[in-house]
């Protein structure tokens, strides 16, 4: 089966393919080694054909959501440090860190397809300046994160 990560947040979240670089625009199914296809594609909760948003998870409490799934995404007990492990993670980093910074919540989870709807085994809440590197990204199987730009106690001894 496959693991899947889905992202939602109270924004719109962007969509669409991040990080493979082709050789050249000409030839945009080419590249030059497997690091350089190595991406994620992040696509959203609308269904274009009955014009309506659905949830990837009933887990979820914001409308706008992404799936991506990558076989470089690692669950804890499969990190290896691989190139394309580091790309797809710096990816997922950057993704989060741009949506975080735009609506200041997120809601990140993963879980294998087909079992979204299972109970959640993890539910934490992460403060985004806590989360320091791309790896401290990699979380369990149908672990669930709110992920917030502010810690509220920090709010409160400002």
């Known amino acids: 089966m496959t693991q899947y990560i889905y992202i939602a947040s109270p924004m719109r979240l962007p969509s669409g393919s991040y990080g493979s670089n082709p050789i050249s625009a000409d ?10 296809f190595t991406h994620l594609y992040f696509e959203n909760n609308y269904d274009s054909s009955s014009k309506q948003r659905f949830s990837y998870s009933p887990h979820f409490t914001y409308k706008h959501q992404v799936a991506a799934f990558s076989n470089h995404i690692p669950l804890p007990y499969q990190l290896k440090g691989t190139a394309e492990q580091d790309k797809c993670l710096s990816i997922l980093y950057t993704y989060l860190e741009e949506a975080i910074q ?28 806590d989360v320091k590197k791309p790896y401290d990204l990699v979380i369990d199987d149908r672990e669930f994160w709110e992920i917030t730009l502010w810690n509220a106690n920090w709010l409160e001894h400002t």
């Open 27 to 36: 030839q945009p199914n080419v590249y030059k080694n497997e690091l350089d």
């Open 102 to 129: 735009q609506c200041g919540v997120v809601e990140y989870f993963t879980s294998l397809n087909g079992e979204e709807d299972l109970p959640l085994l993890k539910k934490r809440t992460i403060h985004w300046p």
